[in-house]
Structure formats: structure tokens, C-alpha cells
């Protein structure tokens, strides 16, 4: 770089700097409240939209001097509609679970008026005598967020608040150091790839950096294709221009010239603030010729997936950038040798991208500071399943996998015991109690049979049965496989059949070991990670579960009453109150219907297994179980 | 839609492409979007604007679950069978369905009402179990929920009819 261009960089960004803060301060000029709506896809499925409007109406209606705004997902899904009212005089004060009628009546209680409505009250933002606040919490002794900080608390559509809250610093400090320095810097941060594989990030680069070839390419791989996952979504929707600033200072240093974001075609919403993002990062000239008066250009282009899990995978996913199908290659070369129309490739996972800049504003020691030995710095999981506190966490490596679903998860819904957890998707497994005491990092994991993966951390209680997610996974990645190698497209196939006979009460004894053997076979023969890992799900299942296995081919019974074939629903008549039609009315085929006494009787014919009369029921009389043979149930005489 | 129509659209869509290969999906997806699916003859001029065979774009078409080959229906419901919806009854939910329109996961109805599909996590596992009605997720969906929706279609349509 010339020196006329570093010392362009400063004033340049100075200048930027000083324009968004005193956007940012404008907003929350002294007097004024300011509302915040998390409407990322989370907070619109729970209604975010129309609780907005509701907000917007309300103080138009009775002029007030008050800015709603959108923000992002703060992880507390759980809890969506999340609403924060920053009132002069209060602290900011945050509300969960808000309806529009609720908005009506905070906008007329609490900004109109001096009512904070302690009713509706998640908890405060920061430490005072009136509100607990949500860092008082014993979830937050436990979380430390980096990557998810700005999500929830800044509008991502409007990249001026992101500057103002530091953004883009890194990129103005990454710009004045040589590349090589911005390589070393990450390299010594022991920051690895939050894909799946756990890549060392900064040898990634330094490999790309070195390869002959041009131009290069810098990757991100926003795909998230593990079906029970939603950290990059969240990430994107909440604060896209961390991911853009990542990808800039990559691309720095590896010397790339062209960019793409690759966002599943599932995530209307990230996509569209992914685009919103590169307009305004173009328009002040962070992205595209030049940058920031230097000599570095780099721009970025959008790409949607098309709806193909095998497509995260690196190869495959250069093949569908390239206009090809979606199969995977044989590695090596490696993409960061060649990758992109056969140049240097680097292709990160979004939160990878997303610390680097952490790293180059905080330094490498300072990252290399939080976690474990192996791995460094934080991870992130989208919790899901049976478990109290949905949604985002952020906790430094190396917290146990208790402390996450107990702790910051507040652990089992409705009284039921906790049974697995499933981590890492498809590629991942299954983990008992007995695992839960596992330190979370890279290594640990792969050792009890799991994976990092990309996060996904779907928790099971004693109603899931452990055949059914096992044959659930692979029905997905045979679904997916994109039937290049015959390991696995045609091992994956034998492994869902036999799974599929276990659950349906066909199995037969030999079945488990036969199963146990293929899943060996497909996991050392297959050609990329989609079949190498598939075969998780099975093994630790086998290894921990087995006994739910054998308990569906010996009895033809389904311990845990999931199983359709292998369960039957009955009205224990006895508990029935005969006077109630509940679960009549409720049967999606009219199954259900009285006898001579009026106690509700199911035609086990007829039914369909919907569950709706169980839920139906009420709680009092709880008089619908389900029973497992379903030769259990007592034959009645009409 | 006559092939005439179909091969307009289309050619309106190349207007803003250049001839690069690494084109083809971003332009099915937008040749999709304004027809709703990719007929033949949409496919075979997306071919010779690109100079690739006709095989190679089917095969780009069958290989993705985005792009579908016949027209959809006026409202899509896709069923969420991501991992966190299929343990909390997803499967119950699509059952739900399949069962109130008669049709399968992939199929229409014969009125072009509805069409069914199933799609892998749209990113709001904590609502469980999802469907996404025209693009709009909608959280805790069960097949009494299923009724309650379609009751509300049924409402609407017999609101426009006596308009
Ligand atoms: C079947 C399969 C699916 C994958 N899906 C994803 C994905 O959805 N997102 C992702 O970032 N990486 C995914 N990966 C990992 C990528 O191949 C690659 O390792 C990663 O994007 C590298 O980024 P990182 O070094 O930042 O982790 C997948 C790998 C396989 C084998
Ligand atoms: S599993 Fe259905 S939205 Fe994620």
C-alpha cells in the first residue's frame, strides 16, 4: 500500500465516524423515548409486525415525542415479541411476549404516562432499585457476548448505528496494518472456522494469501443447513454488517478482490437485510473501489442457495456458485489453494467471520484469553427443543454443556426429565446425562461422538423417542446426499430402511448390529463431510440408547410413546368425565365417540394419532394416554 | 400460461444478466419468481441464452429443492421439519394437512388452491411446530391450528365472492 493511501484512511473514516455518532446521539436526544421492536424472523413468527404497527399508531395517536425503531433478535426467543423502552429518568427496560393490545398500553401507561407496567417486564437492561435488571440474572454469569452484542440493540438496516457503536473500526485499523501483520494477528488469536470443521481461521487465509492465482475470492457461507440451527440467520438479520466488516478485513488479507454472501433461499429476511447492508456499506464507500480513500477494492454480491444442505459443504458450494449442481469435490487442492473458478478461495462461516474484528480492535491475546486451550473465545448455540429459555446463547468455550441447558437454558419444561442432547445436526449426536458434565469445546465433543458443528443445540426430554431422531437425521442427509459416492447414497439408504422397520416394529435383533456395521462403513468410505458424518446420529444413539433400540424390535414397544406405528391412544374410562365432549369435538377423522354410559371411547381404527383429544382433554380429569404395544389397549365390546 | 408468454418472461428476466454460467441459478430463481415454476420452454431459453445444453439446466433444476417444475397453487404451505418442529409433532402437523387437502408433501390441489411441501427449518425453531403460509411463518401450528387457518381461507374466499 502507498503511503498516501494510509494516510487517507484515517480522516476518511473520521469523518464517517463522526457523522454517525451524531446520528446515533439524535436519536436519543435528551427527553425523548426511544422504543425498540425485535422483529428478526423469530420476533414476526411471534407477531413483532403488528406489534410495531400497534406502537407506531399508538404514539402517533396521542403525539408523542417518541422513535419507534426495529432492532434485530437479543436470543431471548423464548420470550418474542421483545420490546425495550429507553425512557429518560427509567432505566431501559425490556418486555417480553408483548401483544399489540400491550403496546397500546404501554405507549399510553408508560411513555404517555409514568407507569412502567412491571406486569409485562422481562427485566432491565442495567443495574437499578426499581427493575431487576437482565444481567442480575444467573444466566448472565454464565454468558459473554461478543458476536451476538450489537444484535437486538442497534437497527440493522441503518449502518450508521452501527458505526456509531464501533463498527468499522476494525476494518479503518486493519487497513493501516500490512497484510501479512492482519494474518498473523489472527492466526495468533487460535481463532478456528465456527462451520463445523474447526479450521484454524488464520492458516486458512495464509494459505490463500500464498497460492498463485488471480483473482482471489473471499466466501461466506451463510447456508446453515443444519435443520435445527438459526445462529447465522440471527446473526444476519440482527447485525449484517459485522459479517460484511469480516469478510472486508479477510479479504485484506488474503488479497481477494471479489466477495459473496451465500444465505439459504429459507431466509427471505436475512437476504434482504444482507442487500440493504451492501447498498449502504457501497454508498460510504466501505465497500467497493478504493475503500476508504486506500488503495484496497474489494465488493461483495449476494448469492441465495437453493434449498441443498450438501451445499454448505465447501466444494459443493463453489460448484453451485460456479452455475453446476451441488456435489462435492475431492479435497485436496483445497479451496484456499483452488477454489472459485479454479483460483484461491477462502470461505468462512458467518461467525467466524463475524470475530474477527473483535480480534483486530481487542488483539490476539485478548481473544486467545476467553476459553479453553484448543479453542479460543466464545461459542454461540441456538437452543431448541424441550428446554425452558429458547433461543441464542453465547458462552466461552469450555462451559459445560449443563451450564447451558440448566443454567443459561433454565432446563426442562413442564416437569419432564431430561434426555439427550442433540448437537450438531445431521453430522452431529446424541449426548446423555452422563456427557453433560463435558466441557463445550471443539475437541470434547468429537471425542463423545458429537461435533461442534454449526451450533444447532436441540434438547430432548423422556417423550423423544432416540430410534425416531436417529432415523429423522437420516432420512435427511439420504434425502440430501447428493449421490456422487456410493458409500454414501446407498448406505445411507440401507440405514433408513432398517431404522425405518425399527420404528414401524419390524425390526429384527440382527438389524442392530447390521446397522451398527454400515454406519462404520459410510463413515469411513464416504467422499465429503455430508456422509462421513452422517452416520453420528446412528452411532451415538446406538452408544447410549441402546436399550431403546432393543425395546422396539424385542416388545414392539416404543419407550418413549412416540413412535405412531407402535403407539395407541385410549380414554382410560375410569377418568373420563362423562358430561365433557371435548375430545370429541376435537378428532380431525371422528373417532372418538360415547358409549352407553357416555364415557368416550376411541375407534382404534379410525384414529389417526393427531394427539388433539390428549391435548384436548382437560387437566383435571387427563384421562387420554397413549399406550405402547398398542396391543395394550384393553379390547372394548360396543 | 401460453409458451409465448412463458419465452416473454423469460427473455425480460436474461435482459439483466450477462452470458456467464455462474449465472444460471441466480437466473432461474428470478425466472421462477416471476413465473412461480420453470416450465420447459423457460428452461430451453435460459439454455441457449447461456450456450449450455438443455440437460444441464434440468439437471441444475431436479439437483436444487427450491425449483419446482409444475405451476404452484394460489397459497403455499410449507410444513417445517426441521429437527426442533419434527420432535414437538411437525409430522403430526403435516399429516394434518395432507389430510384436510387431500394431497401429498410436493402435490397441488386440483383447484390450484394449495400446494404442500415440506421445507427444513426456516429459522424460528422456537415457535415449534412451524408452517410457513405464503411466506409468513406462523409458530405452534397443530392440526387443530390447521383447521382454524383454513377456516379462515374459506372465510375470505367467501368474503371476495359476495363482493
Ligand atoms: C454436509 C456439510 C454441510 C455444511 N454446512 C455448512 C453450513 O451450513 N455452514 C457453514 O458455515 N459451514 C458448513 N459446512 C462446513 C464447510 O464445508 C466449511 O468447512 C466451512 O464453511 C468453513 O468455514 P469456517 O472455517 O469458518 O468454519 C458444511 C460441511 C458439510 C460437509
Ligand atoms: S426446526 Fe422448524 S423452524 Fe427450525
Redesign the pocket.
Known amino acids: 500500500m502507498t503511503t498516501t493511501g494510509v494516510q487517507a484512511i484515517i480522516p476518511a473514516f473520521q469523518e464517517l465516524k463522526v457523522c454517525a455518532e451524531a446520528h446515533w446521539k439524535g436519536l436519543w436526544k435528551s427527553g425523548r423515548t426511544v422504543i425498540t421492536v425485535g422483529t428478526a424472523a423469530c420476533g414476526q413468527a411471534a407477531g413483532a409486525l403488528e406489534v410495531l404497527q400497534a406502537f407506531r399508531d399508538e404514539v402517533s395517536k396521542l403525539n408523542l415525542d417518541c422513535r419507534v425503531i426495529e432492532v434485530g433478535c437479543m436470543g431471548h426467543c423464548y420470550a418474542e415479541p421483545i420490546v425495550i423502552i429507553s425512557k429518560p429518568g427509567y432505566p431501559a427496560i425490556c418486555y417480553g411476549h408483548v401483544n399489540p393490545v400491550i403496546a397500546g398500553t404501554l405507549v399510553k401507561e408508560f411513555v404517555a404516562g409514568d407507569n412502567p407496567c412491571l406486569e409485562f417486564v422481562l427485566g432491565a437492561l442495567e443495574k437499578n432499585d426499581l427493575i431487576p435488571s437482565l444481567s442480575e440474572f444467573p444466566r448472565a454469569q454464565y454468558e459473554k457476548k461478543l458476536i451476538l452484542k450489537n444484535c437486538g440493540h442497534i437497527d440493522p438496516t441503518d449502518i450508521e448505528q452501527y458505526i456509531a457503536n464501533g463498527g468499522y473500526l476494525a476494518l479503518e485499523k486493519a487497513l493501516r496494518m500490512r497484510p501479512e501483520k492482519v494474518i498473523d494477528e489472527v492466526k495468533r488469536s487460535g481463532l478456528?472456522?465456527?462451520?463445523?470443521?474447526?479450521?484454524p481461521?488464520g492458516q486458512?487465509w495464509e494459505i490463500c494469501r500464498n497460492s498463485a492465482g488471480k483473482p482471489k475470492y473471499a466466501i461466506c457461507?451463510?447456508?446453515?443447513?443444519?435443520p435445527g440451527a438459526f445462529m447465522?440467520r440471527s446473526i444476519i438479520e440482527s447485525d449484517p454488517h459485522s459479517v460484511l466488516e469480516g469478510m472486508l478485513i479477510s479479504a485484506y488479507a488474503t488479497g481477494a478482490r471479489q466477495g459473496y454472501i451465500y444465505v439459504r433461499a429459507e431466509y427471505p429476511l436475512a437476504v434482504e437485510r444482507v442487500q440493504i447492508a451492501l447498498r449502504q456499506a457501497k454508498k460510504l464507500g466501505l465497500l467497493g473501489r478504493e475503500i476508504l480513500g486506500s488503495n484496497f477494492s474489494f465488493d461483495i454480491k449476494l448469492f441465495q442457495g437453493s434449498g441443498a444442505?450438501?451445499c454448505?459443504?465447501?466444494?459443493?458450494?463453489i460448484a453451485s456458485l460456479e452455475g453446476e449442481a451441488g456435489t462435492?469435490h475431492v479435497r485436496p487442492p483445497y479451496p484456499a489453494v483452488s477454489g472459485l473458478f479454479g483460483k484461491p478461495t477462502t470461505?468462512?462461516?458467518?461467525?467466524?467471520?463475524t470475530y474477527v474484528r473483535h480480534i483486530i480492535n481487542n488483539g490476539a491475546e485478548w481473544f486467545a484469553g476467553i476459553g479453553t486451550k484448543g479453542s479460543r473465545g466464545t461459542a454461540v448455540f441456538a437452543l431448541a427443543g424441550k428446554i425452558v429459555n429458547t433461543g441464542l446463547v453465547e458462552v466461552p468455550m469450555g462451559t459445560t454443556l449443563r451450564q447451558v441447558i440448566f443454567e443459561v437454558g433454565s432446563g426442562i419444561p413442564n416437569g419432564k426429565k431430561f434426555k439427550a442432547v442433540q448437537i450438531g445436526g445431521?453430522?452431529g449426536g446424541c449426548l446423555p446425562e452422563s456427557a453433560l458434565d463435558l466441557p463445550i469445546d471443539f475437541d470434547s465433543l468429537k471425542k463423545a461422538g458429537a461435533m461442534m458443528g454449526?451450533g444447532g443445540m436441540v434438547v430432548l426430554d423422556e417423550d423423544d423417542c432416540m430410534v425416531e431422531i436417529a432415523r429423522y437425521f437420516v432420512e435427511f442427509t439420504q434425502r440430501?446426499s447428493c449421490g456422487k459416492c456410493t458409500y454414501c447414497r446407498l448406505g445411507t439408504k440401507q440405514m433408513l430402511e432398517i431404522l425405518t422397520d425399527i420404528t414401524k416394529g419390524r425390526g429384527k435383533l440382527e438389524d442392530i448390529d447390521m446397522l451398527q456395521h454400515l454406519a462404520e462403513g459410510v463413515k469411513a468410505g464416504s467422499l465429503?463431510?455430508?456422509g462421513?458424518?452422517a452416520p453420528n446420529p446412528v452411532l451415538t444413539t446406538l452408544r447410549y440408547f441402546r436399550n431403546e433400540y432393543e425395546a422396539h424390535v424385542r416388545e414392539g414397544r416404543c419407550p418413549s410413546l412416540m413412535c405412531p406405528d407402535l403407539i395407541a391412544y385410549y380414554i382410560l374410562p375410569h377418568k373420563c368425565e362423562r358430561s365433557c365432549d371435548a375430545c370429541v369435538g376435537t378428532c380431525s377423522v371422528e373417532a372418538i365417540s360415547p358409549d352407553k354410559k357416555r364415557i368416550k371411547v376411541i375407534d382404534q381404527e379410525k384414529c389417526v394419532k393427531c394427539n388433539n383429544c390428549l391435548v384436548a382433554c382437560p387437566l383435571q380429569y387427563n384421562a387420554v394416554v397413549k399406550l405402547s404395544p398398542p396391543g395394550k389397549v384393553p379390547t372394548s365390546k360396543k | 400460461m401460453t409458451e409465448e408468454k412463458i419465452k416473454q418472461h423469460t427473455r425480460q428476466v436474461l435482459k439483466s444478466f450477462s452470458k456467464k454460467k455462474g449465472n444460471l441459478i441466480p437466473i432461474l430463481q428470478r425466472v421462477q419468481g416471476r413465473l412461480g415454476y420453470l416450465p420447459r420452454e423457460a428452461m430451453l431459453e435460459v439454455a441457449e441464452f447461456l450456450g449450455l445444453p438443455p440437460i444441464h439446466v434440468y439437471g441444475v433444476v431436479t439437483f436444487y429443492n427450491q425449483f419446482r417444475l409444475n405451476p404452484p397453487g394460489k397459497h403455499s404451505v410449507r410444513v417445517c421439519l426441521g429437527t426442533a418442529c419434527h420432535m414437538k409433532g411437525g409430522y403430526i402437523t403435516l399429516d394434518a394437512w395432507k389430510r384436510r387437502l387431500s394431497i401429498g408433501a410436493g402435490e397441488t390441489t386440483t383447484d390450484r388452491e394449495f400446494d404442500l411441501d415440506t421445507v427444513a427449518c426456516v429459522g424460528c425453531c422456537v415457535m415449534a411446530p412451524v408452517t410457513v403460509l405464503d411466506e409468513k411463518p406462523m409458530g405452534k401450528v397443530d392440526p387443530t391450528k390447521v383447521d382454524g387457518l383454513l377456516l379462515a381461507f374459506e372465510r375470505e374466499r367467501e368474503g371476495k365472492k359476495k363482493q
Do not use: M, W, Y
Open positions: 478456528r472456522g465456527r462451520g463445523g470443521a474447526g479450521f481461521t486458512k457461507n451463510a447456508d446453515e443447513g443444519d447465522d444442505f450438501v454448505g459443504e465447501e466444494t459443493a458450494l462435492p470461505i468462512n462461516n458467518v461467525k467466524t467471520l445431521p453430522s454449526s440430501e465429503c463431510g455430508l462421513k458424518t
